[in-house]
């Protein structure tokens, strides 16, 4: 492959992640192209199979403010200060996932964020064709052929510019590029899956639950969720496993989901008008986390968001993660005087953190449906919150540090083992924390957990 411009690039993909790139790169002088498989969201009717709505925390919020378009994409947020747990009785009780208010996350419509990022990105100099799947790419005749799913017409294009793959868990460039040369690349699935429902407004227009929080029906094995959108909606999201009881198996049809709503999560039942229609026509989603050995081939190709490193959404950081890429693969263009050695240098500091993030994510399910209700877990908590207050830049919340901070992730998952050994040992054997060692506690903080950059 020739390169002919050194400072083009094409981008697969105009989701989260491909749109918020185009705005950095562009910015940063580069000439952007992207192709993307659907219809342009700003007139076509958008299909989205996927999560209405999302969290966005520091980090993806860091991202939008490199690119400029934070204050933008913030006027459509809604505030979430904790989780709102709901018992089987129907009471709820919040936990606060930080502080005070400057510690919380914010619900964002998907569309919106990306209408909003395409539009900003186009302004910015970037060129996007709409209706264009990458289907395959012969990287050394310099050729990759496009279908438009409209009409199933290929549509080749000769490219001599490296590619960026945008393109989401099932990147089609990934496979391309595993067919000139492995990438080692291996999926866990989940053996759960989800499904998406929809709380209306109220018959006044209003939110039906509290606003500003992510509401949580944790059920041991199993969980409903529900994230607050800007007109008075909101996205409830069932997960659920794939087999055994209840499951996506055992649950086949509306009367069948509607008694597991009646015995499981009562108080979201007459929320839910839709819950048979919705549950009939949503097939449910895969769960799964996506390994890869490498991102990038040579200068050619490199992958970015979910389609190096999809992970299960149990922590609400795949968008985050995804933006966090953006803005280290531009720093890397920047920093470096090749692509190839920028792509290499990319892969190498953001994949540790990647694998972290996974990990991490795959353990919040745990804690999500199962521990958030259980006594002992509540003592950590208070006792981390205590530990926080005393020493509060060695002793860092783990959620603090993923969701606040902009600690890598690879650091968070380090310390985050450090701590629940200590919140383990601390409270065994104790219902209270009234018997606490401070003294012991301090050494071994001291000891085992230097002063964290970012934290106050
Ligand atoms: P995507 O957003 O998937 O974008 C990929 C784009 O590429 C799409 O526009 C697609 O149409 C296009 N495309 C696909 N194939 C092709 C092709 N062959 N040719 C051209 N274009 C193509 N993350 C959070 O941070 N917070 C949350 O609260 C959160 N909740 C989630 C809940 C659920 C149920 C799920 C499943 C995920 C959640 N995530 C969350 C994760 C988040 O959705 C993803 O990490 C994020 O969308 C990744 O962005 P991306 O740009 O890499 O991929
Ligand atoms: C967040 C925010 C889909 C989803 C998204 C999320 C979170 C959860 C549980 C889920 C994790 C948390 N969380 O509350 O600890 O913080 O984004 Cl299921």
């Not at 403010?65 to 709820?92: F, I, L, P, W, Y």
């Not at 496009?146 to 510019?161: A, G, L």
């Amino acid at each position: 492959m020739t390169v002919e411009n050194p400072r083009s690039l094409t981008i697969i993909g105009a989701g989260l992640a491909g749109s918020l790139l185009a705005i950095l790169l562009s910015r940063q002088g580069w000439q952007i192209t992207i192709y993307e498989r659907r219809g342009d969201p700003r007139i076509a009717d958008y299909e989205s199979g996927r999560s209405i709505n999302l969290a966005l925390a520091e980090r993806g919020r860091n991202a939008l403010r490199q690119a400029g378009v934070e204050a933008e994409v913030m006027a459509k947020t809604v505030m979430m200060r904790g989780r709102m747990v709901h018992a089987r009785d129907g009471s709820q009780e919040l936990q606060r996932y930080g502080r005070d208010d400057s510690e919380v996350i914010w619900s964002v419509h998907r569309r919106d964020l990306n209408t909003t990022l395409l539009q900003l990105a186009e302004q910015a100099g970037t060129k996007i064709h709409f209706h264009r799947r990458l289907h395959t790419v012969d990287f050394d005749a310099g050729y990759a052929r496009f279908i438009d799913d409209r009409d199933d017409q290929p549509h080749d294009i000769h490219f001599n510019t490296p590619l960026i793959g945008a393109d989401g868990a099932g990147s089609a460039l990934r496979a391309a590029m595993n067919r000139k040369s492995p990438l080692g690349e291996h999926t866990e699935f989940l053996d759960h899956s989800y499904k998406e429902l929809e709380i209306p407004p109220g018959p006044t227009g209003g939110f039906q639950i509290e606003p500003h929080a992510l509401h949580i029906w944790p059920r041991g094995r199993y969980m409903c969720i529900a994230l607050p959108n800007d007109e008075g909606t909101f996205t409830v999201t069932v997960f659920l496993p794939n087999e055994g009881d209840p499951s996506f198996a055992s649950v086949r049809n509306g009367i069948e989901a509607e008694a597991l709503f009646q015995r499981d999560f009562a108080d979201a039942l007459p929320l839910i008008p839709d819950l048979h229609h919705d549950w009939e026509q949503h097939p449910p989603g895969l769960l799964g986390t996506l390994y890869l050995d490498r991102w990038h081939l040579r200068g050619r190709a490199v992958l970015l968001g979910d389609a190096a490193h999809a992970m299960v959404p149990f922590h609400g950081q795949g968008m985050n993660c995804a933006f966090e890429d953006c803005v280290a693969l531009a720093r890397m263009l920047q920093q470096n005087d090749s692509v190839e050695s920028a792509f290499a240098a990319f892969q190498a500091e953001r994949k540790p953190n990647a694998a972290a993030i996974q990990q991490m994510a795959l353990d919040n399910y745990i804690e999500m449906r199962d521990q958030v209700a259980d006594p002992a877990f509540l003592l950590q908590r208070e006792l981390e919150q205590a530990l926080q207050a005393r020493w509060p830049t060695r002793f860092v919340p783990h959620y603090t540090m993923v969701t606040f901070l902009h600690t890598p992730y690879a650091v968070a998952l380090e310390r985050t083992r450090i701590q629940q050994r200590i919140l383990a040992d601390a409270t065994a054997g104790h219902t209270t924390l009234e018997h606490m060692d401070w003294a012991a506690l301090e050494q071994i903080i001291h000891a085992q957990l230097p002063v964290l950059e970012g934290a106050h």
